[in-house]
Each structure stands twice: as C-alpha cells, then as structure tokens.
C-alpha cells in the first residue's frame, strides 16, 4: 500500500516536499515513480528511482527542478519539487513495481503499465 502527501496550494518559484510511505517488507525490492495528472490530461511519468536509489530519471519538463530520492530502511519515497511553476499543477502519484536488482538501463521505467502499485494522489497547485 502506497500513500503519497505533502501536496498544496504554492507560488510559482516556490518549493514543495512529497512524500510517499509504503507499508510491506519488500519495499526495497520496487522501483519506485512520481507520476502527475493535470485537468484533462493523462497521467505522465515524471521521475522515478531503481530499487538501490543509484538510478534516478526524469521528465525532460521538470529535470533540474525535481529530485527523487528513496530510504529504503524507512520505507519511504520522496519527491522534492523546487523552482515550481503553474504547469506542474497536477494530482501527483506515486507508483511502484517489483524490480529488485536492477539499476541502469533497466533500473527504472518510465511506462505507468509498468506499475502495479499506486497510491492515492496529493494536489498540487501552482499559482502564477
């Protein structure tokens, strides 16, 4: 079970800190991913990390703002959004896949049919 906060009501420019906690003792055996859903739109990729945190990979739209990180001894994935803008307005999730061993290339996908587990989103809004 995944369960993503930290969303809110920002400024463009500012900063915001998600968080996902998954429960479960297998955790450090899943990649991880951010995903995003505006008004309209479809649900898009924006960052996910492999199971050792050693391979990250980002949307060409949020790369140098966004960074993913992970602490598997805590079970937990975050995403730390800075230098927001009113595009990045989206309900974000959070997703995984059991992918253990694997860094690199293969490390972390960025397909959402990928993702077996999905947590509810947190609302982000940017405000211009």
């Known amino acids: 079970q995944l369960q993503a906060s930290g969303g809110g009501l920002v400024q463009a420019g500012d900063s915001l800190r998600l968080s996902c906690a998954a429960s479960?003792?297998?955790?450090?055996?899943?990649?991880m991913g951010w995903f995003r859903q505006a008004p309209g739109k479809e649900r898009d990729f924006v960052a996910g990390?492999?199971?050792?945190?050693?391979?990250?990979y980002y949307a060409d739209s949020v790369k140098g703002r966004f960074t993913i990180s992970r602490d598997n001894a805590k079970n937990t994935v975050a995403l730390q959004m800075n230098s927001l803008k009113p595009e990045d307005t989206a309900v974000y999730y959070c997703?995984?896949?059991?992918?253990?061993?694997?860094?690199?290339?293969?490390?972390?996908?960025?397909?959402?049919?990928?993702?077996?587990?999905w947590g509810r989103g947190t609302l982000v809004t940017v405000s211009s």
């Open positions: 997703a995984a896949y059991l992918n253990p061993g694997r860094d690199g290339y293969y490390g972390v996908g960025t397909n959402k049919a990928l993702y077996d587990y």
């Open positions: 479960g003792r297998t955790f450090g055996a899943y990649a």
């Open positions: 990390i492999s199971w050792s945190g050693l391979t990250t």
